[in-house]
């Protein structure tokens, strides 16, 4: 691999004991593959993101990128430290491959956990060969940051469930085959009252909404339900758990956000070292003023911090630590924020260069913005790590007992108090 045609992978890094010999073979063969089919994203305003998001979908299963999401394959996996790796190596490569990754991540891993056999063999098979697109829907107009507040019903009637409402800003509304819904469905209050369904894109009742244009161009949108009927064995989980099963798989891949968010600062970094190398300003290179040397440190210092915060919330999942919720929310959080600033301060390095569309200081400038927002708003991040710092050493994966069978998982509430 020639390191200098592509610097998302950072050796160092590899080189620490978090990662396995798995983790290093794997992450240098997909940084070559993002090499070898940098055509997949090379000319992004040539195609829709729909078209571009399924064709990098297709391209990935094809090369066993998504692998991991069929069950057979699983003992290889290398779990989350290889799920982070593959984001930091795609986002660096380009926005739309880390985005077709993860969110096919995102929608067959409740499969993966709470999925019946019947479930898994239908779905991930061809997930993980990229054929079957999926979408996690949990967020609504009225219920964003507030899960427990999820609106979008399904009534027990004969034959099944009737789905009926609306689900708003899900990626890959538009490509998805099959929709991962959280309804409620009224067992008890709140949060203790949802359920999470599959339910084929095709069914009579569902449709896209609406597409919804992004500051970065992605398949994302809008989903309607109306008397969307699906059979009781489209239920995943157990009824009354849907809350446990967004907040499992929502504590799994907050770090992967985190991980995105190294891709883009480590292509930011780079550029804006690149940029200051080759400016030549008074009399100088651009590197050679006392200033520029001081931001690039900066850059420098938040990236090592977030990939090290990262690569221990992943190493901490894979083992099963307790602590590892709050270390997932402390990576997002951590990440995401250096990212926005060493972006920032790449474009500022550029000065005007930066700022023409479509450079890679621009696309990244727009590309980085979601993620402080999306699984969980960096404030509601700092919420969940200052909730598990009032409670008892190590109780930190608090929210959901995730590591225990769904038969015996329990809620636990912000207050600490418990819901079986
Ligand atoms: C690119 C992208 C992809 C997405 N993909 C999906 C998807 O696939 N599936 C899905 O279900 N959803 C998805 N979403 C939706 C996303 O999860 C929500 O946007 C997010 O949870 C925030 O909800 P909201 O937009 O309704 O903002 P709100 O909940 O209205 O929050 C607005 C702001 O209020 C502040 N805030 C919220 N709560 C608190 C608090 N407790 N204390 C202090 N401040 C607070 C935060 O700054 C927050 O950004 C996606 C969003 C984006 C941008």
């Known amino acids: 691999?020639?390191?200098?045609?592509?610097?998302?992978?950072?050796?160092?890094?590899?080189?620490?004991?978090?990662?396995?010999?798995?983790?290093?073979?794997?992450?240098?063969?997909?940084?070559?593959?993002?090499?070898?089919?940098?055509?997949?994203?090379?000319?992004p305003l040539e195609r829709t993101p729909e078209k571009a998001g399924r064709e990098i979908l297709s391209a990935l299963g094809s090369a066993g990128w998504l692998g991991f999401l069929d069950p057979a394959n699983r003992p290889d996996a290398g779990g989350l430290r290889s799920v982070c790796l593959a984001r930091e190596i795609l986002a660096y490569a380009d926005d739309l491959a880390d985005f077709a990754f993860s969110i096919q991540a995102l929608s067959a891993t409740p499969i993966l956990r709470w999925g019946s056999s019947a479930q898994q063999g239908e779905y991930l098979p061809r997930m993980a060969s990229g054929e079957v697109a999926g979408s996690f829907a949990i967020s609504e107009e009225e219920a964003g940051s507030d899960i427990s507040a999820v609106g979008l019903t399904a009534d027990r009637v004969s034959g099944g469930y009737l789905l009926n409402g609306r689900k708003a800003w899900i990626a890959h509304a538009g490509i998805a085959d099959v929709h991962c819904v959280i309804a409620r469905t009224g067992e008890g209050p709140g949060a203790l009252g949802l359920t999470a369904f599959l339910v084929p894109a095709h069914t009579p009742g569902v449709r896209v909404l609406e597409e919804v244009p992004l500051v970065a161009p992605r398949s994302f949108g809008h989903l309607a339900f109306d008397d969307c009927l699906v059979p009781e064995s489209s239920v995943l989980g157990r009824p009354g758990h849907g809350f446990v099963v967004a907040t499992d798989l929502l504590e799994r891949f907050r770090m992967t956000v985190g991980a995105a968010a190294v891709g883009f600062a480590r292509r930011a970094r780079d550029s804006a070292v690149q940029r200051a190398r080759?400016?030549?300003?008074?009399?100088?290179?651009?590197?050679?003023?006392?200033?520029?040397?001081?931001?690039?440190?900066?850059?420098?210092?938040?990236?090592?911090?977030?990939?090290?915060?990262?690569?221990?919330?992943?190493?901490?999942?894979?083992?099963?630590?307790?602590?590892?919720?709050?270390?997932?929310?402390?990576?997002?959080?951590?990440?995401?924020?250096?990212?926005?600033?060493?972006?920032?301060?790449?474009?500022?390095?550029?000065?005007?260069?930066?700022?023409?569309?479509?450079?890679?200081?621009?696309?990244?400038?727009?590309?980085?913005?979601?993620?402080?927002?999306?699984?969980?708003?960096?404030?509601?991040?700092?919420?969940?790590?200052?909730?598990?710092?009032?409670?008892?050493?190590?109780?930190?994966?608090?929210?959901?007992?995730?590591?225990?069978?769904?038969?015996?998982?329990?809620?636990?509430?912000?207050?600490?108090?418990?819901?079986?």
């Open 1 to 43: 691999m020639n390191y200098a045609l592509f610097s998302g992978l950072d050796e160092e890094f590899l080189a620490l004991p978090f990662y396995e010999e798995q983790h290093r073979t794997t992450a240098v063969e997909l940084a070559e593959w993002c090499v070898a089919h940098a055509d997949l994203w090379s000319r």
């Open 278 to 420: 080759e400016r030549r300003i008074h009399g100088g290179r651009l590197l050679d003023l006392q200033l520029v040397k001081g931001a690039l440190a900066d850059m420098e210092i938040k990236l090592n911090a977030s990939a090290l915060l990262v690569a221990r919330a992943a190493w901490e999942f894979d083992h099963e630590n307790p602590g590892c919720a709050k270390h997932s929310s402390i990576a997002k959080v951590a990440a995401t924020e250096a990212a926005q600033e060493i972006v920032d301060a790449a474009v500022q390095l550029h000065g005007a260069a930066g700022l023409v569309a479509d450079s890679v200081p621009e696309r990244l400038y727009r590309q980085v913005r979601s993620l402080r927002i999306y699984e969980g708003a960096s404030e509601v991040q700092k919420l969940i790590i200052a909730d598990a710092l009032g409670r008892r050493p190590h109780a930190g994966r608090s929210r959901v007992a995730s590591d225990v069978p769904p038969s015996r998982v329990d809620i636990r509430c912000v207050d600490g108090e418990s819901h079986e």
